[in-house]
């Protein structure tokens, strides 16, 4: 059973830049697609980013697109979320999920989480 755990939320202020990290365990990734998701108080679970792991085919929001980047490193078992020029309106936890699907894009398509990161815009 993979687990992952999430890091590198914070405070930021907006224009500026953060990453997260996934960090997996317990299993290889090579075929799974990794996503990256969010949630805003009072509001749903929403889709951010995905990686096919083996290709490296990614998906993006268009609410991120051109601003957030997702990436992994193979020898560390790790995926990245790469956020640029953000703003407050990207303030959420940000949550790390698994899914043996090739392409998946609603959070019902995936079956493992971590506990998610605390990201913090001001404006």
């Known amino acids: 059973q993979v687990q992952l755990v999430e890091s590198g939320g914070g405070l930021v202020q907006g224009g500026g830049s953060l990453r997260l990290s996934c960090a997996g365990s317990g299993r290889t990734f090579s075929r799974l697609t990794m996503g990256w998701f969010r949630q805003a108080p009072g509001k749903e679970r929403e889709f951010v980013a995905s990686i096919r792991w083996s290709a490296g085919d990614t998906v993006e929001a268009n609410s991120v697109k051109g601003r957030f980047t997702i990436s992994r490193d193979m020898s560390k078992n790790t995926v990245y979320l790469q956020m640029n020029s953000v703003k407050p309106e990207d303030t959420a936890v940000y949550y790390c999920?698994?899914?043996?699907?090739?392409?998946?894009?609603?959070?019902?398509?995936?079956?493992?989480w971590g506990q998610g990161t605390q990201v913090t815009v001001s404006s």
């Open positions: 999920a698994a899914t043996p699907l090739r392409v998946a894009v609603h959070r019902s398509q995936y079956d493992i």
